[in-house]
């Protein structure tokens, strides 16, 4: 009996070997964490080596519909819950039927192509990161390729225009508040761009002075910058616009408006008189807003309603 026991024993091993394998379960490239409200769910994926997560609202109007917009948040001290619990994004795409990503920092510094932002980290690895963020969002959601919109504010309104830049060939429209392009991160490649910008700035903003200087950046990092016309002239020549139309002073807003851009783009240039560093309209803890003359976010999204992407020259 242990004889035949042995041998089939070896039998059954040798048919195993032979056996093929049962196929591989595929590992998912994302996967919710955890609901964290109504509509907002947590996910998180693996990006250059690191594991990283952004928070998805998804309002009840884009059930089951197809083509939906896009728009990725990145707020100033790389935090998804402030981007969400400030900027009034939420409210603004239950409003309109549009899905919003608020992207969240590794260590709470986006790599904007500053020097703070580079330090230890790939080169322009967030620019990475914002596009496979809206690969992710895609798919749990059908999405409209030609409606594919960043918002960003001080760091990440500089990520945000460095998107438009390495990106322009698939985001439709950027939008910032303050925020910096850093020119000596785009390459001969990068030099033509075809995404529509809006650039909003407070002249009394101490982060991103009109006239250029000295500020203390991220990490506390002293960082010189240069005048904020002398950065938006590279980006105009860069797009191939038309010349500058402005309003005039607004109630303290004045706005050029850049027409004739690269396949149908253009470009905003908006400044506030007397705002510093916050989030136009934002409501603050006191229940005041922090800019009572205009709303960032309603303002932002009513440009990228005009600006879907259009074909490339």
């Given at each position: 009996?242990?004889r035949i026991s ?8 040798l ?6 394998a049962?196929p ?5 490239t994302s996967?919710p ?5 109504a509509n ?12 990283r ?18 728009v ?7 935090s ?6 400030v ?10 039927g549009?899905l919003?990503?608020?992207?969240q920092a ?5 790599n ?9 980290r ?5 620019v990475g990161?914002i596009s ?14 030609t409606?594919?919109?960043?918002a ?12 438009a830049?390495e ?8 939008a910032?508040v ?21 650039y ?6 101490p982060q991103?002075?009109l006239?250029g ?11 010189d910058r240069?005048?904020l016309?002398r ?7 860069g797009m191939?616009c038309?010349?500058g139309?402005?309003t005039?002073?607004?109630?303290g807003v004045r706005t ?14 908006q400044?506030l008189?007397?705002?510093g560093h916050?989030w136009?309209?934002a409501v603050?803890?006191?229940g005041?807003?922090?800019n009572?003359?205009?709303d960032?976010t309603?303002?932002m999204w009513?440009?990228?309603?005009k ?7």
């Open positions: 009996m242990r042995v041998g089939l024993a070896a039998a059954c091993m048919l195993a070997a032979c056996a093929p049962p591989a379960t595929p590992r998912p996967s964490v955890r609901p964290l409200g907002d769910t947590e996910y998180t994926m693996r990006h250059d080596t690191v594991i997560t952004y928070v998805l609202h998804a309002p009840p109007a884009i059930a089951g519909r197809k083509g939906n917009p896009v990725v948040v990145l707020w100033d001290n790389g998804a819950d402030t981007a969400m619990a900027g009034g994004w939420r409210e603004k795409a239950g409003a309109e549009f919003v990503a608020f992207g590794d260590r709470s510094l986006w904007d192509g500053s020097p703070a932002g580079l330090a230890g790939v080169r322009n690895g967030d990161y496979a963020v809206i690969n992710d969002v895609g798919r749990h959601h059908d999405i409209d390729p409606r594919l919109f960043v960003g504010f001080g760091h990440g309104g500089s990520l945000a225009w460095l998107a830049a990106m322009h060939h698939r985001l439709a429209a950027v910032t303050g925020g910096h392009l850093y020119p000596d991160q785009l390459s001969a490649a990068q030099s033509k761009f075809a995404a529509s910008l809006y909003m700035v407070g002249t009394n903003d991103y002075p006239n200087g000295t500020v203390i950046a991220a990490a506390g990092a002293r960082e240069a005048p016309q950065v938006i002239d590279r980006w105009l020549a191939a038309g010349s139309t402005s005039g002073d607004l109630a050029t408006i850049y027409p004739g851009c690269r396949a149908q783009t253009e470009m905003v240039l400044t008189g007397g705002h916050t136009p309209g603050l803890p006191a005041l807003r922090a009572d003359r205009i960032a309603s303002a009513d440009f990228f309603k600006h879907p992407k259009a074909a490339l020259d």
